[in-house]
């Protein structure tokens, strides 16, 4: 089948050549660049009458169509009306580096496209800064919260960002700020590759750099001294999440996502979330996963949402509700993990009947009739049951001894 779309990626200098087409569709900006005796209203329809691209033969004067609105969905919409006929989509540098193509990958069969890419704005980046690319963090705040980043920011590492426009690069340098990285070197890169390439660098404290609306931000991550340390796999201290005590303690929570397993693009649904510490750290852990998070008390969902953003997964999922029956309709998840409710047999039913097949589900009891129930399903389903003891280090009188932290015992099963 020969493709009926083709995706061009267009950097900042000149124009490559382009195959013929009926329509070509992309961000006003890149239409603009097009050669103006090449180019047509969008009332007209195409004509047979002039070379595109610079090839010999017969070939069509385009119709070109800006994008109506910056949603993809509305944007997939004005593509598809079009399907079957010859078209050409402009975008940005490398089309499937968090890009439109990536986009359409997940709606249009493998055969009725193609993809040519230029070079991506992540690598004009690194050239200019002399950074070797595959030790930088690449990610996207176009269109994103910028609260993303926080995942990244440790000491030492390095990101090139995309961005929306020039709101972003002030509004990362006070998240940096506010982190305890305000000694973090920012640097502007604007149009890379073209004429109009402008660079400039400033510390997150007190950036004020005057810039326009097309860059890419990189982010040379400096920790101020006594700045806390959130590294990116699961345990954050208990002091990073905000909550009401009802939180699964550092240790505990590090050995529940073990056995829960992140995996890029899977879904954990925590049930009883508290303060939201478990799906924030399934999140944090795995690229782009995801989570739900069912909690009834109105205070918690605030707590959850607060942290969610703090600590770098906006995205976060939270449902309002009495469990199980919050749990009807949502999406069926890979993993669970049960942290309330946990002897009710009526809510463990649910939970397991919505697993995936080859899904993890994990429960933490820290009461007799939960551990009474988890005894009765590991018989049942199998699975591992183990006890969790865990002693902190305290003063008692003029000396130092360890104290024991709540007993808990854990369920961890496979869904055939």
């Not at 397993?261 to 995801?290: Q, Y």
Request: net charge negative.
């Amino acid at each position: 089948m020969t493709p009926w779309l083709h995706i061009i990626g267009v950097g900042e200098g000149e124009l490559p050549a382009l195959p013929p087409a009926d329509i070509i569709l992309g961000p006003a900006r890149l239409l603009d660049r097009l050669p103006a005796e090449n180019q047509e209203t969008l009332s007209q329809a195409p004509l047979p009458l002039a070379e595109w691209g610079g090839g010999g033969g017969q070939v069509y004067r385009p119709r070109l169509e800006p994008w109506r609105s910056p949603k993809f969905a509305a944007m997939l919409d004005q593509l598809l009306a079009h399907r079957g006929t010859p078209t050409l989509l402009l975008a940005t540098g490398d089309p499937n580096w968090f890009g439109i193509g990536a986009s359409l990958a997940r709606h249009l069969d493998p055969s009725e496209y193609d993809i040519r890419s230029a070079p991506s704005a992540f690598q004009f980046a690194a050239a200019r800064l002399r950074w070797p690319l595959q030790h930088v963090t690449t990610l996207s705040l176009h269109a994103r919260p910028p609260e993303l980043i926080h995942p990244h920011v440790t000491p030492g590492n390095r990101i090139l960002a995309l961005t929306t426009d020039a709101t972003t690069a002030p509004h990362v340098a006070r998240l940096l700020a506010e982190r305890g990285y305000g000694r973090s070197v920012l640097t502007v890169l604007e149009h890379l590759g073209g004429p109009g390439e402008r660079i400039a660098s400033a510390q997150a404290a007190g950036f004020a750099l005057p810039i326009g609306d097309f860059y890419v931000l990189a982010i040379d991550c400096a920790a101020d001294p006594g700045a806390p340390l959130f590294a990116p796999v699961p345990g954050l201290p208990d002091d990073a999440f905000i909550s009401d005590g009802q939180l699964t303690k550092r240790e505990i929570r590090a050995i529940t996502l073990g056995k829960l397993m992140p995996c890029p693009s899977a879904l954990l649904w925590d049930v009883g979330a508290g303060c939201g510490s478990v799906a924030i750290e399934w999140m944090r852990a795995a690229r782009d996963a995801a989570a739900i998070a069912f909690e009834r008390e109105g205070e918690r969902l605030q707590m959850i949402a607060v942290n969610a953003d703090r600590l770098g997964v906006p995205g976060l999922r939270i449902e309002n509700g009495d469990a199980p029956d919050s749990l009807v309709g949502m999406p069926a998840p890979d993993a669970i993990f049960l942290g309330g409710g946990v002897a009710s047999e009526t809510l463990f039913h649910a939970c397991w009947t919505a697993l995936r097949p080859g899904g993890r589900l994990v429960a933490n009891a820290v009461t007799l009739d939960g551990e009474q129930a988890l005894l009765a399903r590991q018989a049942r389903l199998g699975g591992d049951l183990v006890r969790l003891d865990v002693a902190a280090l305290d003063r008692l009188g003029d000396h130092d001894a360890f104290y024991p932290r709540r007993t808990v015992t854990q369920w961890s099963v496979r869904k055939p």
